[in-house]
């Protein structure tokens, strides 16, 4: 049906209407909640950290918005740093607590110690004090330290120190609210240890490392140990390859100094003992052996000339070799030290061994010679002398170089008298040669030969020394080891 000209067209229906706004009201809402949404991401109602919304977050610390900035929260620019706390007033106390990680070296040669500990300082600046709700502390790193005031302490007596750096500077600071502040750093530092060796192997050290303050004396800085003994805390695995730490301990005390005074100066000793075992293996059963080894020449034939002598060369390099190896890895000090004396000892027995031999193949030389002189000249006799055939033994001797000492005594009865008139006698059926010997000479002959028996018997000297040179360094041995352990 055509629509009359003129009229306006028809609204539409209620339902149609209806129908539209139940389309639009989800987008509506969507967008509301969206809206919102954003908006709670910062900012949160006030009544949602109620104790009794289970859905409620801890309240945060108005001093750890990213608001605040540190400098304008600690008043950084406020204040001159430069100065101590109370500055013209009394001095701050600054306790001091230790924990040692590790005791890395000791060194002989350089009579230093090498150590790593965190290092903690705890002081009261009233500058840094700043209000917060929850009385909560602040940590930094060791960026700010370079802006507010911190002590001074240094190493004495320090060879070389270093604040480890991996990955960053290992530095912490600690500010709490009411001003408080706690400084630490992870330090390594090697020190001097002044080292007695007179006892060395059988030897204990103690070492001391010393903290002090480098600027502040005792009027402006007072240096002391938080908790006392408690102070100083240790790791249970700390150890080390030749030394045993027996204890540490911490003391305190002034220091003075004549162009600027008195200074708080803190120690941290501790005690070492040295451990045995390896200088047994390595230096004492060595020379022990080399001693014993120097005897096996008594019960060598004395003619065997190459094999004693190398024998006794051999075992004196050696020794030779071990003194030198165990001074090489010692200060040179001005005493004798523990080992000195010990491998000395050795060395002398050693020594000694060789000289015996000396004397040895000496007096058997000299005793070769006299005997074959004797018998060269009792030949000569005997090719002048007659023949004494058909006479008794008991008035007569051949001068062959074979007699005995009883034979000879056996003539000491005969004057020259008795024999020319024996010999008269019997002139003419045989001619003899008798010895006249006095009595007297017989008896001074035979006082030298037992005066003398002992030297010129060269296996006598080998018999005594199998038995004085391992009874005298078994009594040294016992002395030793008496006196220094």
């Not at 060395?200 to 490392?209: E, K």
């Not at 004196?316 to 000090?333: E, Q, W, Y």
């Not at 080992?339 to 061994?353: G, H, M, T």
């Not at 008991?394 to 020319?420: F, I, P, Q, V, W």
Request: charged residues 20%; positive net charge; contains cysteine.
């Amino acid at each position: 049906m055509a629509r009359p000209a003129g009229r306006p067209p028809p609204l539409p229906p209620l339902p149609l209407l209806l129908l539209l706004l139940l389309l639009l009201c989800p987008l509506l809402t969507g967008e509301c909640r969206t809206h919102r949404s954003r908006h709670k991401r910062w900012s949160a109602p006030p009544d949602s950290h109620k104790p009794g919304n289970p859905l409620a977050k801890k309240a945060l610390d108005g001093t750890k918005t990213r608001k605040v900035k540190t400098s304008h929260l600690l008043r950084i620019d406020e204040h001159d740093f430069t100065m101590r706390p109370a500055f013209a007033g009394p001095a701050v106390p600054v306790g001091v607590d230790v924990q040692v990680e590790s005791l890395d070296s000791i060194s002989e040669v350089d009579m230093d110690f090498t150590m790593t500990l965190y290092l903690r300082h705890y002081w009261k600046d009233e500058r840094l004090a700043f209000p917060s709700a929850t009385n909560k502390s602040m940590t930094f790193d060791g960026r700010l330290v370079k802006k507010i005031w911190v002590p001074d302490v240094f190493f004495v007596h320090s060879k070389r120190s270093f604040i480890h750096d991996t990955t960053t500077d290992n530095i912490m600071l600690r500010v709490f609210p009411d001003g408080h502040v706690l400084y630490s750093l992870r330090v390594t530092v090697t020190a001097a240890c002044n080292m007695d060796f007179s006892r060395f192997p059988l030897d204990s050290q103690t070492c001391t490392l010393e903290l002090e303050s480098y600027a502040y004396t005792d009027e402006d800085l007072m240096l002391y140990w938080k908790s006392g003994d408690e102070s100083l805390s240790t790791d249970d695995r700390i150890s080390l390859s030749q030394f045993l730490i027996q204890k540490f301990h911490t003391t305190s005390r002034l220091a003075f100094y004549s162009s600027t005074g008195w200074y708080n100066r803190l120690y941290i000793n501790f005690t070492l003992r040295r451990h045995i075992f390896f200088f047994l293996l390595q230096t004492y059963f060595p020379a022990t052996l080399m001693v014993m080894l120097s005897w096996v020449s008594f019960w060598i034939d004395r003619r065997a000339v190459p094999a004693r002598v190398s024998l006794g060369i051999t075992t004196v390099l050696t020794m030779s070799t071990i003194i030198t190896g165990v001074n090489a890895s010692m200060p040179r000090v001005s005493y004798i030290k523990a080992v000195d004396i010990y491998l000395w000892v050795s060395f002398v027995f050693v020594f000694l061994s060789v000289l015996e031999y000396a004397a040895v193949n000496y007096l058997t030389t000299v005793r070769d010679g006299k005997e074959r002189k004797l018998r060269e000249k009792a030949a000569q006799q005997a090719q002048t002398l007659p023949c004494t055939c058909g006479m008794s033994h008991a008035k007569t001797m051949m001068l062959d170089g074979t007699y005995s000492e009883a034979d000879a005594n056996s003539l000491a009865g005969y004057t020259r008298a008795s024999m020319a008139a024996e010999d008269s006698s019997e002139k003419q059926d045989r001619m003899v040669v008798h010895l006249a010997l006095d009595s007297e000479s017989t008896e001074t002959k035979k006082k030298g030969v037992r005066g003398f028996r002992i030297i010129q018997n060269t296996h006598a000297i080998d018999t005594y020394s199998r038995m004085i040179f391992p009874g005298a360094y078994i009594l040294f041995n016992l002395i030793y080891w008496c006196v220094y352990c």
